[in-house]
């Protein structure tokens, strides 16, 4: 069952002459990560900025088509995903609430919110930070974090919450190679617990062996849909979207200096494709 | 300056945070409301005294350095341009009805400057939502009003960094008035642009972490509110009510 589905969206910013996402219908389903890929400007967070009913409500602009955010319009009131959507953008620091004394007092802010009862709330809060690996950081002030500390929190401070749905927009950008793998492991693990995840990003190398679906968007249009280890292997990708994995990219540029069908599309994504392949 | 929240041990800081709020209003009340000439001078008096009894001395000499240009204008604005009967100090001709309306205008100010410097520091942001929630008043005002306190320091420390980044690229802002001036733009425009820039991004966060859900929030550690702080803040109150009284009925303006 799809928690979000977009028929028919097309949207265009206040301040742009052209749209920013044309004519987009897709179904994000539940118990699936779907990533968005695609080029700067290709629409990838937008679609999550109109997904969340941030956009055109908060962003200005003009919406065209129906979009539906479990069951209801995102649009029509102010909030209706407070509590039900785990929403993260690349730059945490904007995403701190701006008053939280501790890290323990920041990933507590959203559900103290919504009015839930203290004990609910500590154990809730105390899971998140236990999950995301910043127990140790839970009387820190969230101002004197590293990025990587920051971004965590932030995640956690959504992963508190338990949402249906999350909607992330390069979630990973200032971790590191293991703060990466630990995040990503938990939306897998949120995702396989019936969490809807539409994931934007460029992260190619690691996304290729955790998401279910890749949605290459170019233009403001879904270009290419399906599998990730269909979809980057093949050759489409490289004309149509961004490109694909590092892998898949060396392969590519060995097979136009050597002719090989060791080395012709379908191409490996992953390290260990390469060598089953290349021994 | 310092963070909001940062150790300020002492009365101000242990007491109820509303306490604090309150007495830093009643202060900014009192100094329109009391007898003049000398009630303004009093207050600015008790003001400096309770600040440094309540661990929160540094408000004093701030309060100073914030106030002092305004008293030099005062000064120059009442008691030498004034007009009245006058006398003389030295080789200076005052006005004496000016020069003691420019110090009534110091207390107040004095007074009001000084009274809320010692309540920003010994605010603690997270205590005054605690203590806001278990009333069960509504978020969005203490919301503004904490985050606006607590935004302050961070701004100032990027105003530093775009200083710093300004001045690796060649810019310089020492010297006199003309340089100075020459380099605001530069250097304030960034800031601002960047902080416009996050207006929309910020919006979004708090909007997901359900800032805008009506309904009561959920106090995460109340404070505790002991008779002696319920009994200073009506006291407060029934202090500026009477200087009210006072001030409608009798006392002179």
């Known amino acids: 069952m799809a928690d979000v589905t977009f028929d028919a969206v097309s949207f265009r910013y206040a301040a742009s002459t052209t749209d920013v996402l044309n004519g987009v219908s897709l179904d994000f389903r539940a118990g699936e990560i779907t990533w968005l890929f695609g080029p700067l400007g290709a629409g990838c967070t937008t679609v999550l900025l109109v997904a969340a009913g941030l956009a055109p409500r908060h962003t200005g602009g003009t919406l065209v088509g129906a979009v539906s955010l479990l069951g209801r319009d995102p649009q029509t009131t102010d909030s209706a995903g407070a509590g039900q959507i785990g929403f993260v953008t690349a730059t945490p620091e904007l995403q701190l609430s701006g008053i939280a004394a501790t890290v323990w007092e920041e990933v507590a802010f959203t559900p103290a919110n919504l009015g839930w009862p203290i004990e609910r709330i500590r154990s809730a809060t105390d899971r998140a930070l236990r999950l995301l690996g910043v127990e140790h950081l839970a009387h820190r002030e969230p101002r004197t974090l590293s990025g990587g500390e920051l971004q965590r929190t932030v995640i956690a401070s959504m992963a508190v919450l338990q949402p249906r749905v999350w909607l992330l927009d390069e979630p990973a950008s200032s971790l590191d190679q293991s703060g990466r793998v630990r995040t990503y492991q938990l939306f897998r693990a949120e995702a396989d617990a019936g969490a809807t995840v539409i994931l934007a990003s460029e992260d190619a190398d690691a996304l290729a062996t955790v998401a279910d679906r890749v949605v290459v968007l170019n233009e403001g249009r879904p270009v290419l849909d399906g599998a990730p280890g269909v979809v980057l292997a093949g050759e489409p990708i490289w004309d149509r979207g961004p490109g694909s994995t590092s892998v898949a990219g060396l392969a590519r540029a060995a097979g136009k200096l050597v002719a090989s069908p060791l080395l012709a599309a379908p191409y490996p994504i992953t390290v260990a494709e390469g060598i089953a392949r290349w021994r | ?253």
């Not at chain 2, 101000?12 to 007495?23: D, E, F, I, V």
């Not at chain 2, 830093?24 to 303004?40: D, M, S, Y």
């Open chain 2, 1 to 253: 300056m310092t963070a909001p929240g940062a150790p300020s041990p002492g009365l101000a800081r242990r007491a109820h945070p509303l306490t604090g709020l309150s007495a830093a209003i009643a202060v900014t009340a009192l100094a329109f409301l009391v007898p003049t000439p000398w009630g303004p001078l009093i207050l600015y008096g008790g003001c400096v005294v309770l600040v440094a009894i309540c661990g929160v001395g540094r408000a004093i000499r701030q309060g100073v350095i914030v106030c002092l240009p305004l008293w030099i204008f005062l000064f120059l604005l009442h008691g030498l341009l004034g007009g009245g009967p006058t006398r003389s100090l030295g080789p200076l001709t005052l006005s004496a009805d000016g020069t003691m309306a420019a110090l009534v205008q110091a207390g107040r100010f004095g007074a009001i400057i000084t009274a809320s410097l010692g309540f920003y520091h010994a605010f603690d942001p997270s205590r005054f939502l605690n203590a806001v929630a278990a009333r069960g008043w509504p978020m969005h005002f203490s919301y503004l009003f904490v985050a606006t306190l607590h935004a302050l320091p961070a701004f100032l420390d990027r105003a530093g960094a775009s200083i710093e980044a300004q001045r690796t690229r060649g810019l310089r802002y020492r010297g006199g008035v003309l340089a100075r001036a020459r380099a605001v733009v530069p250097l304030a425009l960034p800031l601002i642009l960047g902080a416009l820039a996050e207006v929309d991004e910020r919006a979004h966060a708090l909007e997901m972490r359900a800032v805008a859900v009506g309904g009561k929030r959920t106090p995460l550690d109340p404070p505790a509110d002991t008779l002696a702080d319920r009994t200073i803040r009506w006291s407060l109150l029934f202090l500026v009510l009477l200087a009210l009284v006072g001030r409608l009925t009798s006392w002179p303006m």
